[in-house]
């Protein structure tokens, strides 16, 4: 499955983005997709993942601040980022992770700038 993340850009501290990760086949068979981040000079870490069975993992720093969503549908996921702080400046990369045939598949980023 190939992913494309969209929707990054700049934004002011305090504003909103959303970001959506379009999948070029069903999502419905994900067990995980989530989102991950890697600011300049530091190692990727995890934002969120959520499960097949809408099951979910917020890392502390974005916890009553971002939403995953996942369309199974529309083989989306969507992360709404609201409150947004200049330390959430990142290039955001969407992931998806599925059991029975051990695929990882990453997509290429989108940029993430908030300004203060």
């Known amino acids: 499955v190939q992913l494309q993340a969209s929707g990054g850009g700049l934004v002011q501290s305090g504003g909103s983005l959303r970001l959506s990760c379009a999948a070029s086949a069903s999502i419905s068979s994900i067990n995980v997709m989530g989102w991950y981040r890697q600011a300049p000079g530091k190692q990727r870490e995890l934002v969120v993942t959520m499960t097949s069975g809408g099951s979910t993992v917020y890392a502390d720093s974005v916890k009553g601040r971002f939403t995953i969503s996942r369309d199974n549908a529309k083989n989306t996921v969507s992360l709404q980022m609201n409150s947004l702080k200049p330390e959430d400046t990142a290039v955001y990369y969407c992931?998806?992770?599925?059991?029975?045939?051990?695929?990882?598949?990453w997509g290429k980023g989108t940029l993430v700038t908030v300004s203060s």
């Open positions: 992931n998806a992770k599925r059991l029975y045939d051990v695929m990882d598949s």
